[in-house]
C-alpha cells in the first residue's frame, strides 16, 4: 500500500496543482515516490463514473519527475499527457533500426557437419585452418570462387568464431599454402582414418581450362583430348565418409593404383573395393603381391561369364532381392558368380524389343503385351555380377561390401555437380592442389548432411542443399539497443522435427 508522501513530494505536487495541472497524485512506495494521473469518466450506459488511472513516472527529489520508459504516447490519456507536462515527440515509440542482419541458421548446420574434423584441421593447418573452412563453406552455399566468398562470409553470422581472410589474393596465397604442404595433408588424411578396413578407392577425371604441369591432354572414357587432372578418392565403407584425397596428373591411368595407394599410405590390412576399370590380370597381380586385399568386379565381355556359371541353388536375402550365387576361380583368385533376381527381371524387361518391318526401322521400338520380341543383349548375363578377389569371405559379406560402393560414386557425383570441382581456372599446381583439398573438406560436410537425411529415410524429401536453404531463413537482427531474440520458422521446425539435428531444441 502506499504511504504518505514526504514534504519535498508534497511541496512538488502542490506547485504543479498551482500551475494548472489536474489530476496528479503522489505515492510513497518504499524509498521511491510514484507520481500518478487520475480521473473519472461518465458512463452513460451504466449511469456511473469510471475510475482513469495513468502511471507517469519516479518523482526524484528535490523534485524532478522522470518519466517512465515504459509508457506509450500513443494510448495515454491526453489529458494525463498535458498534466504531466511530456514532451509527446521524445516519448513517441518509434520502429527500431537495423543496423546489422546475418544469416545465423546455414552457419550452424556447416558446424555441426564440419565439427568431427575441425580440430584436425586446426592442428594441421593452423594458419589457413579459417580460410580453407570458409572457402568449403561458401563453396556449399554455390559462392565458392575467391572473389565472392569473402563477401559471402560476412553475410553469415560467425557462429564458429572464425577469423578468414576475405581478400581474394589472401584467400589465392592461402590455397598455394595448403596445396603445398603435403606433410599437414598427409597428417590431416591419417586422423580420418575410421577403425574399419573397408575401404573404396577410385580415380576420376576433372577437366580444366588452366595452365599447369599436372593438367595434361590425357586418356578419359569421353575420349576427349582437353585439358584434365585426375583425383584419387578414398572413402570409407564403414563410416560412408571420405577418408583422404590426392591431386594427380591428367595423364595418370588406373594400373598406376598402386603407387598412390603407396603414397597416401593405405595400410594392407585395408579391403579395397573397386569398379570395372581396375579389372586387370596386371593389377590385380601387383596388388596382391603388394600385400593389398581387393574386390573387383569383372567386365561383361569378359570370358570368364562363360566358364563360371551357378549351377546350385545356392543364395540369400539382400534388402529384400533374391541373390543366387556360384563359386570358381578366376585369374588365379576366388571368383563369386551373384545373380540379383529382381535385377535380372529388369534388366530383361529393357532388353525387350517389339520385331519390326523394315519400313519401321527407323520407328523407336517398343513392348506390346502378346506382341513377339527380341532381346537386345545377352540375356544370360541379365543381374549377374562376378567379383573376383583375394579374399575368402562369406559371399553375402562380399556382395555386400561391393553394394556399399556406391558411396565413393555419390562422393564424386557431389564433388564434380555440387562443389564444382570440374570448373577451375588455376594456373599452377599448388593452387589445384589447394583447390581440391577444400574440395575434400565440402564433401566431407556434404556427405556427412547426407548421412543425417539417409538415417532418417528422408532421401525422397531433402538434400544437403535443401538444409542450407531452408535454415537459412533463422537470422541474426541487431538494432541499435538489442539484438532481437531468435524467432524460428516453422518450415525449420519442420526439418528439426524430422531430422532430429538438435539446433533448436524446444516446442
Not at 604441369?213 to 564403414?238: E, H, P, T, V
Not at 556382395?399 to 564433388?415: G, L
Amino acid at each position: 500500500m502506499g504511504r504518505e508522501p514526504d514534504g519535498w513530494a508534497k511541496e512538488w505536487l502542490q506547485k504543479m496543482r498551482d500551475s494548472g495541472s489536474k489530476g496528479l497524485t503522489v505515492e510513497k512506495n518504499g524509498k521511491n515516490h510514484y507520481v500518478y494521473w487520475a480521473s473519472t469518466k461518465w458512463v452513460p450506459g451504466e449511469n456511473r463514473r469510471k475510475k482513469l488511472t495513468e502511471y507517469i513516472g519516479i518523482l526524484e527529489p528535490p523534485g524532478n519527475l522522470v518519466i517512465s520508459t515504459e509508457i506509450d504516447v500513443e494510448k495515454m490519456n491526453p489529458k494525463a499527457i498535458a498534466a504531466a507536462h511530456i514532451d509527446v515527440e521524445r516519448y513517441r515509440k518509434r520502429p527500431e533500426e537495423v543496423m546489422d542482419y546475418r544469416i545465423k541458421g546455414a552457419m550452424q548446420v556447416f558446424e555441426l557437419a564440419c565439427r568431427d574434423f575441425i580440430p584436425f584441421l586446426r592442428e594441421c593447418f593452423p594458419d589457413t585452418c579459417d580460410d580453407l573452412l570458409m572457402l568449403a563453406m561458401s563453396r556449399l552455399a554455390g559462392r565458392g570462387r575467391l572473389c565472392q566468398a569473402g563477401r559471402w562470409f560476412l553475410k553469415q553470422d560467425n557462429v564458429m568464431c572464425l577469423h578468414p581472410h576475405c581478400d581474394p589474393d589472401a584467400l589465392s596465397l592461402a590455397l598455394k599454402i595448403a596445396g603445398g604442404a603435403k606433410d599437414a595433408q598427409d597428417r590431416f588424411f591419417e586422423s580420418l582414418r575410421t577403425p574399419g578396413k573397408k575401404m573404396a578407392t577410385d580415380l576420376t577425371v576433372c577437366f580444366s581450362k588452366g595452365q599447369s604441369f599436372l593438367i595434361k591432354k590425357g586418356y578419359n572414357r569421353f575420349k576427349l583430348s582437353c585439358g584434365q587432372f585426375n583425383i584419387a578418392l578414398i572413402c570409407g565403407l564403414d563410416d560412408k565418409l571420405p577418408q583422404a584425397l590426392k591431386t594427380l596428373a591428367g595423364n595418370v591411368k588406373e594400373g598406376a593404383i598402386t603407387d598412390i595407394l603407396h603414397e597416401m599410405d593405405i595400410g594392407r590390412e585395408c579391403i579395397l573395393v573397386m569398379d570395372r576399370g581396375y579389372f586387370s590380370e596386371d593389377i590385380m597381380q601387383e596388388l596382391h603381391s603388394d600385400g593389398y586385399r581387393f574386390i573387383i568386379p569383372v567386365r561383361r565381355n569378359s570370358p570368364l561369364y562363360d566358364s563360371l556359371k551357378i549351377v546350385e541353388p545356392k543364395g540369400f536375402n539382400f534388402r529384400g532381392d533374391s541373390v543366387m550365387y556360384s563359386i570358381g576361380e578366376g585369374f588365379g583368385y576366388n571368383a563369386y558368380r551373384f545373380e540379383n533376381q529382381n535385377q535380372r527381371n529388369k534388366e530383361l524387361v529393357e532388353m525387350m524389343w517389339t520385331e519390326t518391318s523394315d519400313e519401321d526401322q527407323d520407328m523407336e521400338p517398343c513392348f506390346i503385351d502378346d506382341s513377339p520380341y527380341t532381346l537386345d543383349g545377352d540375356p544370360s548375363k541379365a543381374g549377374n555380377l562376378i567379383l573376383v578377389t583375394n579374399l575368402n569371405e562369406d559371399p553375402k559379406e562380399l556382395y555386400t561390401m561391393f553394394k556399399m560402393r556406391c558411396s565413393v560414386e555419390e562422393c564424386y557425383d557431389s564433388a564434380k555437380t555440387v562443389m564444382n570441382a570440374d570448373s577451375t581456372y588455376l594456373r599452377d599446381n599448388l593452387s589445384i592442389m589447394g583447390f581440391n583439398l577444400v574440395t575434400f573438406l565440402a564433401l566431407r560436410m556434404y556427405m556427412a548432411m547426407e548421412l543425417w537425411i539417409a538415417g532418417r529415410e528422408m532421401t525422397a524429401k531433402y538434400t544437403p542443399l535443401d538444409i542450407l536453404f531452408e535454415y537459412s531463413s533463422v537470422v541474426s537482427i541487431t538494432t541499435q539497443s538489442r539484438v532481437m531474440p531468435q524467432t524460428v520458422p516453422a518450415n525449420v521446425r519442420k526439418i528439426e522435427q524430422d531430422l532430429g539435428l538438435g539446433l533448436y531444441p524446444g516446442p
